[in-house]
Nanobody, 125 residues
Framework: QVRLVESGGGLVQAGGSLRLSCAAS????????MGWFRQAPGKDREFVAV????????AYADSVRGRFAISRDNAENTVYLQMNNLKHEDTAVYYC??????????????????WGQGTQVTVSS
């Protein structure tokens, strides 16, 4: 049974920081890119960031580039999302996901096979 469990969400003031973690169990995610998505109330789920299995490449949504940083520890089967200079519009449920790394970093939901249950991030303005 594959499980992705996010943690680290919470309430933070605008300008603050949070670090999300996603622990994977049930299988190793070799050859899998790991990504973060988010869904704000009343909106569709959107891509945030992705990192390759080899950790050699990453991609970000324009809205978070320069403020968020994705990383992973393959030995621990864990992926992280460091979020700095948070804005009210970053308020959402954040999901981690795993998808096969086929050379091009996946940025679409349909490219991912495994999903976590989500963690709430609320940024007060």
């Amino acid at each position: 049974q594959v499980r992705l469990v996010e943690s680290g969400g919470g309430l933070v003031q605008a300008g603050g920081s949070l670090r999300l973690s996603c622990a994977a169990s049930g299988r190793t995610f070799s050859n899998h890119a790991m990504g973060w998505f988010r869904q704000a109330p009343g909106k569709d789920r959107e891509f945030v960031a992705v990192i390759s299995w080899s950790i050699s490449s990453a991609a970000y949504a324009d809205s978070v580039r320069g403020r968020f940083a994705i990383s992973r520890d393959n030995a621990e089967n864990t992926v992280y999302l460091q979020m700095n200079n948070l804005k009210h519009e970053d308020t959402a449920v954040y999901y981690c996901a795993g998808g096969r790394d086929r050379g091009l970093l996946p940025t679409k939901e349909w490219q991912y096979d495994y999903w976590g249950q989500g963690t709430q991030v609320t940024v007060s303005s």
